[in-house]
T-cell receptor, first 114, second 113 residues
């Protein structure tokens, strides 16, 4: 079955430290991978995506993500966390089959401590 | 462009009442989806549509109906609301082909008493 896993419900990081939010996936074929962010009482905002090519993709607000095909992972990273990065982060995968659905992980709440 | 719009923003229903959550997009996207967001459950796909006149069930379709008479609109109907349908509902759209991400509406917070 196609699935996306975000193993951490919450991640706490001190401001200025690097952050990583983990995501692994299980799909057949070569998926499209996405990260979204949700601020309180808001909709989801697109951060970045991996389609093909360079395994390190850069996105909005200084975020980047590393695609690792052998580990089927797509971890979100940022070199230096800001308090304003505190939000709920979702990993998603587009399954390239007849249904062409986008499946989301359960989300990871990121707390940046001042 | 307004993007993806949803109405209402908030709604309180009594058990057994019916209502329609509206969703519209002005980007000429063929693919539209409805998700519900519950704490600890992430986003779960309710129904989706790959174009006008075509709809299909997602992961949690029970209790919900959809129709897609135009490219722009994708309403979600609750025929007989239940407390288990208390949730935040998001509509999303994207082009059917290509590598685009999904675009989300601001959400509707629904409470069923």
């Amino acid at each position: 079955a196609q699935s996306v896993a975000q193993p951490e419900d919450q991640v706490n990081v001190a401001e200025g430290n690097p952050l990583t939010v983990k995501c692994t996936y299980s799909v057949s074929g070569n998926p499209y991978l996405f990260w979204y962010v949700q601020y309180p009482n808001r909709g989801l905002q697109f951060l970045l995506k991996y389609i093909t090519g360079d395994n390190l993709v850069k996105g909005s607000y200084g975020f980047e993500a590393e695609f690792n095909k052998s580990q089927t992972s797509f971890h979100l990273k940022k070199p230096s966390a800001l308090v304003s990065d505190s939000a709920l982060y979702f990993c998603a995968v587009r399954v390239l089959n007849r249904d062409d659905k986008i499946i989301f992980g359960k989300g990871t709440r990121l707390h940046i401590l001042p | 462009n307004a993007g993806v719009t949803q109405t209402p923003k908030f709604q309180v229903l009594k058990t057994g009442q019916s209502m329609t959550l509206q969703c519209a997009q002005d980007m000429n996207h063929e693919y539209m989806s409805w998700y519900r967001q519950d704490p600890g459950m992430g986003l779960r796909l309710i129904h989706y549509s790959v174009g006008a006149g075509i709809t299909d069930q997602g992961e949690v379709p029970n209790g919900y109906n959809v129709s897609r008479s135009t490219t722009e609109d994708f309403p979600l109907r609750l025929l007989s609301a239940a407390p288990s349908q208390t949730s935040v509902y998001f509509c999303a759209s994207r082009p059917r082909r290509g590598q685009s991400e999904q675009f989300f509406g601001p959400g509707t917070r629904l409470t069923v008493l």
